[in-house]
């Protein structure tokens, strides 16, 4: 890989050219926005070479790379859902509540009232799956704000929740098979990972390679452009919230299994660290753009970074300052290189 600045005409004086870098098949890109897209997987190998320098017989290790990556599979799963409205250009804020309805829908229905843990699981699955598009209409057939619709839903399930629990934690007669969902392995991988990394890949799939993937972020781009190329604008926003609604369910089915009780307080916290992941997946692979595999790699980079903090002996309050200074360094920095670029 080289850089290039060679140019058929003589560059006027006083005219600025934008170094390039070649890339592998002869493509070539501007080399700022080239560093803006390889900035936070570096920075990542950066965290785990200094962490392992420091703590070589606890952090690096493979137990603790599966304590890594099963502690985020579950955020990750909910950032997946939270990057479908943000594509379009809306805000949910009820998926981290949503997540909690579906850990204790999973729990509550196979414990409290009986039913076999794969009807409870659909059951979870699709009511999660309506609170998306609950959203979904309120906003494309309403009209109401997205931002007013979500987190008014989230106060909504909060309250639901609390009354279904009466503030309870299940842990009573949750069937065997619950926890073996969220603490198995295969091939000794953490079974939370295996599903984050199939529904990425999937969801990757549908954004990069089909239709409705490029609807989604030509809808984001422009509204009014993309309704009148003919895409069908409110259908696919409703689809995204509903993909959002979906996500958030299966990331709640797979916390009550990490868990093996239901717990009705562990969704809304979840909600800024989803957020942040998805912003900062945005400054990376594709800078300036909600992506899949930026998204995967800033759960991984934000929680490398506070188990790496956490076991050189830091203090607990380095930890949210943390992800808080990467956040807003690493958007900063690929905000500054693609102007560079353009």
Known sequence: MSTSTDHAMPTPPGVRVARSVRLPGGRSEPLA???????????LLALVAVFSLLRPETFFTLDNLGTVLS?????????????????????????????????????????RQGLPLALAVVLAAV???????LNGLLVTRVGINSFIVTIGMSTVITGAVSAYTQGNVFYDGIPPSLPAIGQGRLLGVPLPVVYAVLLAALVWYLLAHTPAGRFLYAIGGSREAARLSGVPVRGLTLLAFAGAGLLAGVAGIVQAGV???GNPT????????????????ATAIQPGVFNVW?????????QVGATGLALVGA???IEPVFTGLA???????????KGEAL
């Open 327 to 337: 956040l807003i360094i690493a958007v900063a920095a690929a905000r500054y290189l």
């Open 266 to 281: 562990v969704g809304p916290p979840l909600l800024l660290p989803a957020y942040a992941a998805v912003f900062l997946g």
């Open 127 to 133: 009511v999660c799956t309506l609170v998306g598009v």
């Open 71 to 111: 502690l985020q599979a579950v955020l990750g799963i909910l950032a997946l859902g939270l990057l479908l409205p943000l594509i379009v250009g809306e805000l949910d804020l009820s998926v981290a509540a949503n997540l909690g309805l579906g850990v204790v829908l999973v729990t509550g229905l196979t414990s």
């Open 259 to 261: 868990l093996g009780s």
């Open 315 to 317: 203090p607990f309050w």
């Open 294 to 302: 930026g998204t995967i790699i800033a759960v991984v980079t934000i």
């Open 33 to 43: 926005l080239f560093l803006a897209r390889v900035a936070l997987p570096l920075l």
